[in-house]
């Protein structure tokens, strides 16, 4: 795409000039792109939303990790009764009764923005 000006040396070169002036507005709006895309990027991330369990303790697993052997010899065990920790002989619970996940599956993501800001809980 040469520009004729009728003659000379810069007539010559004037359409590569403003082909490289167009190249240059398109390269710098580019990078401004690209740099306000890394900025958003760093605002927001993907967390876990939803999770199912894919796999739970064995009885073994769940006594190995709740109850302890006490001074007489018999298994205690750390449990939570209506919301308050008791302490409780093994032989007082059915484990088969208790199920505890070990290991989870997240099926959703949601995308979420960091945030530093203090709110006032509304009152009714």
Do not use: H
């Not at 795409?1 to 507005?25: E, S, T």
């Not at 709006?29 to 369990?53: F, G």
């Not at 619970?93 to 993501?109: A, D, G």
């Amino acid at each position: 795409m040469l520009i004729k000006n009728g003659g000379g040396k810069m007539g010559k070169y004037r359409g590569y000039v403003v082909i490289g002036l167009v190249a240059l507005v398109v390269a710098i709006i580019a990078l401004a792109l690209s740099l306000q895309y890394t900025i958003d990027k760093s605002r927001y991330r993907w967390v876990c939303s939803q999770v199912v369990c894919e796999e739970y303790m064995t009885q073994q697993e769940w006594i190995n990790k709740y109850c302890s052997i006490n001074e007489s010899n018999e298994f205690n065990c750390r449990v939570s009764i209506n919301g308050q920790p008791a302490i409780i002989p093994l032989k007082w619970l059915n484990l088969s009764s208790i199920q505890e996940c070990k290991k989870y599956r997240c099926i959703q993501e949601m995308v979420v923005r960091n945030a530093n800001y203090t709110i006032s809980i509304p009152t009714s």
